[in-house]
Every structure is written in C-alpha cells, then in structure tokens.
C-alpha cells in the first residue's frame, strides 16, 4: 500500500484489540501477525492497572533492539568524543534473564519474560565477555533484595564504566554499594570512589526530575548521565545532544512510527481516528502527540500508550510527556503526568527536599466532609534522612498549585473560576509505595509506578496501607514527620494524612 493507503485502511489497535491474535502466536500457529512463529514473548503490563501483555519478540525485533541499543551507546560516545566506556564493564539493571513457559503452550516452546532479560540472552558473544554485568548467573536472579546484594559482592571493585538502570533502583544499588565498602578511613561518599573509571549513567522508563538532585550526589562529580526511551514494544528515542534538546527518535531501526495530536484523541473511536494521524514528517514542535507503532514483531499502527512532545522537526528529538489513560482530567483541567513531575520538582528544589515516589488523584465534591469543592490530591513519599525540614503539607501544596498554574492554562482556569480547589497533599510514610507495588507484583528494575489517574483506584490503596497498623506504632513521631495529625490519637480509618 501506499501511505495514504495504509493510513486511511488500517486502524488505530490497542493490545486488547491485538490479544486474541497473540493467545494464537503464544500457541504455536504461524503466520499470524508476522510472518513464522515466535518463540519469545516480553511481559508487560505498563504503568496502569490493566491486564497484562505479552508482546511478540521476533528475531527481526532482537534485531531492532540489538542495533538501537548499540545506537544509543554510539550517540554518547559521539556526545562526549571519547569510547572510554568500551574499556571497561558495563553494568545493567535489567529484569531477570530466566523465562518462564507459557501456560498451554505445551507442543510449542514458547517463554515470557522482561525484556531486558529476553535481550540480555540474545547479546553478542563478544559482548558478553568483554562489556556485560552482572554476569549471567546473577542476571537470572528475580527477588531483587537479593540480586542488588549479588550485585554489590560481584562488582564492588570491579572496573565498571557503565550502569544502567531505572532511578530508583540505581540509589538503592549506590546505597548498597556504599555501605559495602569496608574502607574505615575516606568512607567512599559516592560511586567515582569506588569504581574510578566509572563515567555513564543510563537512566530511562521514568522521568529524572525527583531523582536528579540524589542522583548526582550518589555518582560522583564527573559522571555524564545519558537517557534512552526503550519500551518492551521498540526502542524509541535516545540522547543525542543536551538534554534540554531532546531525545532523538530512532529512525531507520525496522519501525515505523506515526503521531496522533491529542487534541483529537478518543479511547472510545480510535479506529475512526487512523486517518488523523501524522508520519514523521507531519509533525510540530510544542504538540503532544500518542505514540502509534508498526514493529517487525506483528504490531501494526499500535497505540502505545504514550504521549510525545517535538522539541525538534529535523533532526527528529522529542520528550516524553505522559500516558494517554494516565491524563488528570477529572474536572477538565487537562493535566499531564509531565506537569505533574515537573511542577513537583521545582516546588521541593526550593525547599531541598528529595522525593521517593509521588502519586495524584482527584478529590470529588464531599458534603459530609465539608468539601464544596473538587481538588487534586498529592501522595508524596520523601526520601527516609534527607534534608526536608522546609518541607510540609501544606508549604507544598501552596508550590504545586502555583506552578501548575504557571504550566497549565485549563487548570488556571479552573483554579481562578473557583471550578477547581487548592490541592490537598499526604505526606506518606517510608515504604508505601512500596508496599503498593509489592502488593501488586511490580516491586523490581523495571517496574514503574502510575504517576496521576483521573480515579481513586490507587489513591484509595495508598490510603488504606497508611491507615494499616504497620505505621501506627511511632505515632509520636510519624505525626510530626508526615502531617498524621495528634500524636496521641489511634490511627483512624480515614486519617487526613495532609
């Protein structure tokens, strides 16, 4: 077909849509989405509640991957004029190598598993010798407490150039290793002085922002940092310039990519939105777009469930900007998770504070509860000993609506019309994101937490686990820390935590 074609004929799929051919391929029949069978499927079930997904990764699609990610190194390189980092190890974060068999898919081999693990089996020899950590004995590993201990014994005086790793799991890995070093006198403060050739840090899957300030500190001076878009169904983007200038869009990889603005998306006639969408040389800078893909893997024009922002036309750079079911919309403010993260940033920078996890949910009108209006409500988990003392409720609630006012006409709008109240922040206690996560088998190095929903669906589970007795015991002091409420109070059912 031509493009004009193809755009016109073939409609907008989400995976629900796809799934029934994928229960097909995960059987054995050939021939369904792509041509042959497939053997490996990459688990994924995103950053949303929803089932999950099992996405076909072909030979063709190891292909794409093997070539962007050595792309994406090249691009650092080319960054910093120096391959410094190909002369040492290169440390990754990633999910466990061990693939499980598919239920039912008894007369046909076929295995699941992260797709970082499904690639680290398929890597080169030569890298595997000569670049890749943790080895693959350790890379098997899934109870994440443990492979980070596995991890801290194997390298701590390893000669490593490279890590790469989602934020979060890279500060607790620098913890680890910190605390592992037996030196009495020069107590190591940060990585450089444990590994001193150490100079790249991979960060991806999460946007930087909360993570930056402890980050650095945790590194070491020198360390570049170098971000990369990957996603179990393509590898998107990666750094190749400043990173105010965006991340460049892998092109000429084996996918195809289209662009759908939102201001015309709707979940609910996605197939009548195909001819909508936009290749790549139809997009501007300054629109957010949903990300469609077409993949060596079977997927064709496949919404993704990410949103884009241009920097960019040519050469093709762009930001992440959110999810397309993880909008905050529930009073038609239009807020997305980038506004979220970006306008939190800068409200704790001012104060020092650092953050672990954050999370916004709508609060609806409550009469009975003296509510007469609607407002957003912020979970915010602060680092456990970092410096906060400038950091409370409501000094924050005050920051993030004047920002978000700043970022957002609609929310603006509905704050100054009085259609909107100031937020409501809950300062929750160390360990209930986790807990939220591990409750829901997300809790590893590539999981990742919903940022804002337009329901209660998590804000609800984040309040029942503070409630639960396990952050009662120290309620003198969980009280003065985290905004409780009186010390000499029970620990009641619904608690305003703000």
């Known amino acids: 077909m031509s493009y004009e074609q193809f755009r016109s004929r073939i409609p907008v799929r989400t995976y629900e849509?796809?799934?029934?051919?994928?229960?097909?391929?995960?059987?054995?029949?050939?021939?369904?989405?792509?041509?042959?069978?497939?053997?490996?499927?990459?688990?994924?079930?995103?950053?949303?509640?929803?089932?999950?997904?099992?996405?076909?990764?072909?030979?063709?699609?190891?292909?794409?991957?093997?070539?962007?990610?050595?792309?994406?190194?090249?691009?650092?390189?080319?960054?910093?004029?120096?391959?410094?980092?190909?002369?040492?190890?290169?440390?990754?974060?990633?999910?466990?190598?061990?693939?499980?068999?598919?239920a039912?898919?008894?007369?046909?081999?076929?295995?699941?598993?992260?797709?970082?693990?499904?690639?680290?089996?398929?890597?080169?020899?030569?890298?595997?010798k000569h670049l890749f950590e943790?080895?693959?004995?350790?890379?098997?590993?899934?109870?994440?407490p443990a492979k980070i201990e596995a991890i801290v014994q194997r390298t701590l005086y390893k000669d490593i150039t490279l890590l790469a790793g989602i934020p979060s799991w890279v500060l607790i890995l620098a913890e680890a290793l910190l605390a592992a070093d037996k030196r009495t006198i020069r107590k190591p403060v940060h990585l450089q002085q444990i590994w001193p050739r150490f100079e790249c840090l991979i960060h991806g899957g999460v946007p930087i922002g909360p993570y930056l300030q402890d980050l650095r500190k945790a590194m070491g001076p020198t360390v570049q940092f170098h971000e990369v878009y990957p996603a179990s169904e393509a590898f998107i983007a990666a750094q190749d310039a400043e990173p105010e200038a965006g991340l460049r869009l892998m092109t000429d990889a084996g996918v195809f990519f289209e662009f759908l603005?939102?201001?015309?998306?709707?979940?609910?006639?996605?197939?009548?939105?195909?001819?909508?969408?936009?290749?790549?040389?139809?997009?501007?800078?300054?629109?957010?777009?949903?990300?469609?893909?077409?993949?060596?893997?079977?997927?064709?024009?496949?919404?993704?469930?990410?949103?884009?922002?241009?920097?960019?036309?040519?050469?093709?750079?762009?930001?992440?900007?959110?999810?397309?079911?993880?909008?905050?919309?529930?009073?038609?403010?239009?807020?997305?998770?980038?506004?979220?993260?970006?306008a939190l940033v800068a409200t704790s920078a001012r104060s020092g504070g650092s953050i672990t996890s954050f999370h916004v949910a709508p609060l609806?009108?409550?009469?009975?509860?003296?509510?007469?209006?609607?407002?957003?409500?912020?979970?915010i988990e602060l680092r456990s000993g970092s410096d906060s003392a400038n950091l409370n409720a409501a000094s924050l609630a005050a920051g993030l609506d004047a920002e978000l006012q700043r970022r957002n006409e609609d929310y603006e709008a509905k704050r100054r019309g009085n259609g909107l109240g100031q937020p409501v922040v809950r300062l929750?206690?160390?360990?209930?994101?986790?807990?939220?996560?591990?409750?829901?088998?997300?809790?590893?190095?590539?999981?990742?937490?919903?940022?804002c929903r337009s329901d209660r669906e998590v804000a609800d589970a984040l309040a029942e686990l503070t409630r639960l007795s396990p952050f009662c015991p120290a309620k003198d002091q969980a009280a003065k820390r985290y905004g409780m409420g009186d010390a000499d109070q029970p620990c009641p059912e619904k608690q305003d935590l703000g």
């Open 428 to 451: 929750a206690p160390p360990g209930t994101f986790e807990q939220w996560m591990r409750a829901r088998g997300k809790w590893g190095g590539q999981s990742k937490m919903p940022r």
């Open 261 to 342: 603005p939102m201001a015309e998306f709707d979940e609910t006639r996605l197939p009548s939105l195909g001819g909508g969408a936009v290749p790549l040389d139809g997009v501007q800078t300054g629109t957010d777009y949903a990300l469609l893909l077409t993949t060596p893997g079977g997927l064709c024009r496949y919404l993704i469930g990410d949103t884009v922002r241009f920097v960019s036309a040519e050469p093709p750079r762009l930001a992440y900007s959110g999810r397309t079911r993880l909008q905050l919309s529930a009073f038609g403010e239009h807020v997305i998770e980038k506004e979220l993260t970006d």
């Open 134 to 144: 943790p080895g693959a004995e350790i890379a098997q590993m899934s109870d994440w």
């Open 17 to 102: 849509e796809l799934a029934p051919a994928v229960e097909r391929m995960k059987l054995g029949e050939a021939g369904v989405l792509w041509p042959g069978r497939c053997s490996n499927y990459a688990v994924s079930s995103g950053t949303t509640a929803g089932r999950t997904k099992y996405i076909p990764v072909t030979a063709e699609m190891l292909t794409h991957f093997r070539q962007t990610g050595l792309a994406s190194l090249l691009y650092y390189t080319s960054r910093v004029k120096s391959a410094e980092v190909f002369r040492g190890r290169q440390l990754f974060l990633g999910g466990s190598t061990r693939l499980a068999p598919i």
């Open 364 to 379: 609806f009108v409550d009469a009975s509860a003296g509510r007469q209006r609607g407002c957003h409500e912020w979970w």
């Open 104 to 128: 039912g898919s008894t007369a046909f081999p076929a295995l699941a598993g992260d797709l970082s693990g499904i690639t680290a089996l398929h890597l080169p020899a030569w890298v595997e």
